[in-house]
């Protein structure tokens, strides 16, 4: 799908409707388009590191379409200097991820004051069901072994992304993901970047 045939989609069909297209059609991603045995590739090897299924992972934005999403960019095209974004949904990864955090540290005193910044975002994030596991930062110096099993679950994602970033034949400058506690929860987040992209369009 061109951008000029994204413009057009966006002026006949609801935010629900874009959901297809943006989120949830089968579709061969922009950035493996060159060489589509390489998506298969990337979503089993994907799902093996982080222990999910392959069908709970996608590609949105501009490494789906081959232009950004974000409102504000006017449908910019993909360069090398572009992330490729990843959407993980697992509900039993979330609940480990989040409870893991909730072991390690509660969020009451005296480890509110030593969590810093970070975790206001986190549960900002938490709220609306999706997690940037990267951005968790947690010292073991402070949280001890508690904070071995979140550590670990970080590592593990990162290391996955960097692993499985070498197979997308276009160049780029990373892959990043988001995990989500369900599809409903993805979906929410796109439908409000829906409503700001339109709105950007037509400014």
């Not at 992330?83 to 697992?90: C, Y």
């Not at 005193?109 to 975790?119: A, E, I, R, V």
């Not at 999706?130 to 590592?155: C, N, S, Y």
């Given at each position: ?35 589509p ?22 590609v ?62 986190r ?81």
């Amino acid at each position: 799908m061109t951008s000029e045939d994204f413009r057009s989609l966006i002026e006949q069909q609801t935010d629900e409707q874009l959901l297809g297209p943006c989120l949830h059609d089968e579709i061969l991603p922009y950035v493996f388009d060159p060489r589509p045995a390489a998506w298969d590739t990337f979503r089993d090897e994907l799902a093996t590191l982080v222990g999910v299924s392959r069908g709970d992972i996608t590609v949105v934005g501009s490494g789906r379409f081959g232009y950004s999403m974000k409102p504000r960019n006017n449908l910019a095209r993909f360069t090398d200097k572009s992330d490729i974004d990843v959407v993980v949904v697992n509900s039993d990864l979330f609940d480990d991820l989040w409870l893991s955090l909730l072991r390690a540290a509660y969020p009451r005193p005296p480890f509110t004051d030593k969590l810093g910044g970070w975790l206001k975002k986190r549960r900002n994030e938490i709220y609306t069901g999706w997690i940037t596991p990267p951005e968790i930062h947690l010292d073991m110096r402070i949280f001890g072994a508690r904070a071995r099993q979140v550590l670990d679950l970080k590592t593990r994602w990162f290391n996955a992304l960097k692993q499985v970033s070498r197979h997308p034949p276009r160049r780029h400058e990373d892959v990043e993901g988001r995990l989500y506690r369900t599809w409903r929860h993805a979906e929410l987040y796109h439908l409000q970047g829906f409503a700001e992209l339109r709105k950007s369009l037509i400014e």
